[in-house]
């Protein structure tokens, strides 16, 4: 298949927000999608690979930059200069390749397989003489582009496709294109993908019209799947009216979500973005093994650290830095040892638990795992429907340094990658304060060319004197998101307090002006822009030259209306402080 008639449907499909149109589109497209060109089902969601592959194609926007000077005889330093004022490196190479063409007429015709091909190579290549290898594999596709695929080419390499199309239009499409639409066979779809992680399989089954082979699809150890995500109820009562009583009550960890799959002696560790954390946590490889019962098993868990003197536990921020390094360790592990909770069982000893009541998958996990502190254990939970025990055990969730509580319906299955309501989670009341931004991080990968990771700052004490007390990059928007399946899904409550309005591009051109010094990624801003921010706590820390940092700051509006003089000061931040000590951590 030529490459350009993908690239006319990115065209297409980002030329419409409405999801049903989008539907449409991709729909007719997959109608004559053949079984052969079954692996541009992952280049439509911008991938090489099935999402449980950890394979990805990797590439630097400074090597993107590289290849398109290369491949349109620019000079590099021009190439970055387009990426500042255009801020979209795609756009860029659309560009300059469109410059470049009137000046040559031959070309080669690209097509999909070739794309796949190199692009598959490039993850492989190692050691000494890459860079010049990848560059030789891009320029290769680059130089047969026309300037259209040459943007598609480049989103594609840096991993930012930017066509607002997610897995559920391209299940929805399927459907369309090959049945009527129809829920249930949406739903017979959509299992298959929940279970296999890999829609050019489902592709080609839905395509020959055989729903009994989708069924037959199933979970399988070492690839992992998306984990199930919870919505949110602001009452416990309202909690118990949704689930109905009794239900499971369980503390909701502040740690970073872990899916551990278990097959005879092989133990592998992923992370909620199916990145595969193995070699960051052989600890927790040897909890598994040595302290839960059964030959083969996915396990859901949260991951929570704790500091060995004082045994309290700590909150994600810290451990954070655990996921990402690789080397040191047996160092890390010793400064930041984490304690794994065990909340679900995905499969036991070959057999899938996902169709199995939450009741009866949470009796199994009791049953197979042997309960060490600090090492690993099954999570706090009761069985209950009496609101006033709840609100006892969601305060002791607080008091041992956890977000809240999850309450969990009984009778429910586990649905991958679904939001679903059978699972609420409830934390403590959200409060604002109006702060200026006073620094920022030039952000990367999909965030490239955008200010993100914005410092906060509340007035201190001095005339002219701000205090940092934050970071934040949540509530604000990428501006393909606007209409993306996640927001839609979000509640009205969630897309109100993230101030829908507010996006990276937005906030990187109004501070823009107001740098006054980069150091590598970091800038320094002039105190001029103030935001709203919600946030779900207060604590101490040394991170700040304030003494404090929020906990789960959040934009909610920029505040133009305000002064300057009227942003909190440090005294309103310890009294907010104080008054949640009041309020709920030791009610
Ligand atoms: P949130 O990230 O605020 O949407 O909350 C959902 C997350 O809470 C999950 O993705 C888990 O990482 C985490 N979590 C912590 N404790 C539990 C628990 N007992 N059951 C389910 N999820 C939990």
């Not at 500042?84 to 190479?93: T, Y």
């Not at 979970?219 to 602001?234: E, F």
């Not at 009550?249 to 092989?266: A, Q, S, T």
Request: glycine share 6%.
């Amino acid at each position: 298949m030529r490459y350009l008639k993908l690239v006319e449907l990115y065209e297409e499909i980002s030329g419409t927000t409405k999801r049903l149109e989008k539907t449409e589109i991709l729909s007719k497209f997959l109608r004559y999608l053949s079984s052969e060109d079954r692996d541009v089902m992952y280049l439509l969601l911008g991938d090489i690979y099935p999402e449980y592959d950890e394979r990805r194609i990797g590439i630097s926007n400074q090597l993107a930059i590289k290849a398109i000077a290369k491949s349109t005889g620019t000079e590099e330093k021009k190439v970055i200069h387009e990426w500042k004022v255009i801020g979209d490196l795609g756009n860029v190479a659309e560009k300059f390749t469109l410059h470049k063409k009137q000046h040559t007429l031959h070309s080669h015709i690209l097509t999909t397989k070739k794309v796949i091909e190199n692009l598959r190579k490039l993850p492989e290549l190692v050691g000494k003489g890459t860079v010049g290898k990848k560059l030789g594999l891009i320029n290769e596709l680059l130089t047969s582009a026309n300037p259209v695929e040459a943007k598609y080419l480049v989103r594609t390499l840096i991993g930012d496709l930017r066509i607002g199309i997610q897995e559920s239009t391209v299940r929805e499409s399927m459907a369309v294109a090959f049945f009527k639409k129809d829920k249930e066979i949406s739903e017979k779809i959509q299992r298959a993908i929940d279970r296999s992680n890999d829609l050019a399989v489902v592709f080609d089954i839905v395509q020959k019209k055989k729903l009994k082979e989708l069924d037959k699809i199933a979970l399988q150890i070492g690839k992992p799947i998306k984990a199930m995500l919870a919505q949110k109820a602001v009452t416990i009562k309202e909690g118990f009216e949704k689930l109905g009583t009794p239900c499971a009550v369980e503390y909701k960890y502040d740690g970073f979500r872990l899916l551990i799959h278990k097959n005879n002696d092989e133990v592998k560790l992923f992370t909620r973005s199916l990145e595969n954390v193995t070699k960051q946590f052989p600890e927790v490889v040897e909890y598994v093994k040595k302290y839960v019962k059964g030959s083969s098993f996915i396990l859901d868990s949260e991951a929570v650290g704790f500091n060995r003197k004082t045994k309290k536990y700590t909150d994600f921020q810290a451990i954070s830095q655990r996921i990402r390094r690789k080397y040191h360790i047996e160092k890390l592990q010793n400064e930041l040892p984490v304690e794994v909770n065990v909340f679900d069982i995905l499969l036991y000893n070959g057999k899938s638990q996902l169709d199995e009541s939450f009741e009866k998958r949470t009796k199994l996990l009791r049953r197979i795992v042997k309960n060490h502190t600090y090492k690993i254990i099954s999570s706090k939970q009761i069985i209950t429907g009496d609101e006033k025990k709840t609100k006892e055990f969601y305060k002791q969730a607080l008091r041992d340094n956890q977000e809240g509580v999850m309450m969990k319906n009984l009778k429910a299955e586990y649905k991958p990658g679904r939001r679903v309501g059978h699972m609420l989670k409830i934390k403590p009341d959200e409060r604002d304060l109006d702060l200026v931004i006073t620094g920022a991080e030039w952000g990367t990968g999909k965030r490239s060319g955008w200010l993100s990771s914005f410092i906060l700052s509340c007035k201190g004490k001095k005339k002219g004197e701000y205090l940092e007390i934050g970071k934040v990059g949540t509530g604000v928007k990428e501006k393909s998101q606007a209409t993306s399946h996640a927001s839609a899904e979000a509640s009205s409550n969630e897309r109100r307090k993230s101030g829908e309005s507010l996006t990276f591009e937005e906030l990187t051109k109004k501070l823009s002006p107001l740098i006054i010094s980069e150091k590598g990624k970091d800038v320094k801003i002039k105190p001029k822009i103030i935001v709203a921010v919600t946030y779900q706590e207060i604590q101490k820390s040394p991170n700040y030259n304030s003494g404090w940092a929020l906990r789960f700051p959040r934009f909610t509006a920029l505040r133009n209306d305000k002064p300057l003089s009227e942003i909190a000061d440090i005294d309103e931040v310890i009294e907010d402080f104080k008054l949640q000590k009041r309020n709920y951590r030791y009610g």
